[in-house]
């Protein structure tokens, strides 16, 4: 499939690379459709609108970022995308690059919760006081030895 993209142009995706969030992200319930794509920036993803080519957000695995995280996500969220097994489950962090220079952060309070199993998805919100929406990523980044 081709999808259109703000940053890449024309980019085709395997379908299995299609996602589905019955209820959207919060701020953007509107839009339901994307594909999971590549970066110019491993370890960090694109999350592709299908619905607006203008509409994109990073991701990453916040286990790289955060050794301690630990996503305890309710049994409500999990029945939305038909989870069976902890298994069948990718947790994924909303990225956030400001236009200021200012440092780039990853949201571990707010988690995308990908089931590979369907790619149903569900954006969460994590009651662990320890997560916030600005974890600064790059230090981290820099200790595994990503980019």
């Known amino acids: 499939m081709d999808v259109k993209t703000k940053?890449?142009?024309?980019?085709?995706?395997?379908?299995?690379?299609i996602v589905t969030f019955p209820e959207g992200l919060f701020g953007f319930e509107e839009y339901k459709k994307y594909a999971t794509m590549e970066s110019e920036w491993a370890p960090l993803i694109w999350l592709q609108s299908l619905d607006d080519e203008r509409l994109a957000f990073?991701?990453?695995?916040?286990?790289?970022?955060?050794?301690d995280y630990?996503?305890?996500?309710?049994?409500?969220?999990?029945?939305?995308?038909d989870v069976r097994?902890?298994?069948?489950?990718?947790?994924?962090?909303?990225?956030?690059?400001?236009?200021?220079?200012?440092?780039v952060t990853a949201n571990l309070q707010?988690?995308?919760?990908?089931?590979?199993?369907?790619?149903?998805?569900?954006?969460?919100?994590?009651?662990d006081g320890r997560w916030t929406?600005?974890?600064?990523?790059?230090?981290?980044?820099?200790?595994?030895?990503?980019k």
Do not use: W, Y
């Open 7 to 17: 940053a890449m142009g024309v980019k085709s995706v395997e379908e299995n690379h």
């Open 58 to 67: 990073l991701l990453i695995d916040p286990f790289l970022i955060c050794d």
């Open 70 to 81: 630990e996503a305890d996500i309710d049994d409500e969220s999990l029945k939305k995308i």
């Open 85 to 103: 097994s902890p298994e069948d489950l990718i947790v994924m962090a909303v990225v956030t690059v400001p236009s200021d220079g200012s440092a």
């Open 110 to 127: 707010g988690p995308i919760v990908i089931n590979k199993k369907n790619n149903l998805c569900v954006q969460v919100i994590l009651s």
């Open 133 to 146: 929406t600005k974890h600064a990523i790059l230090d981290a980044l820099k200790k595994r030895g990503g």
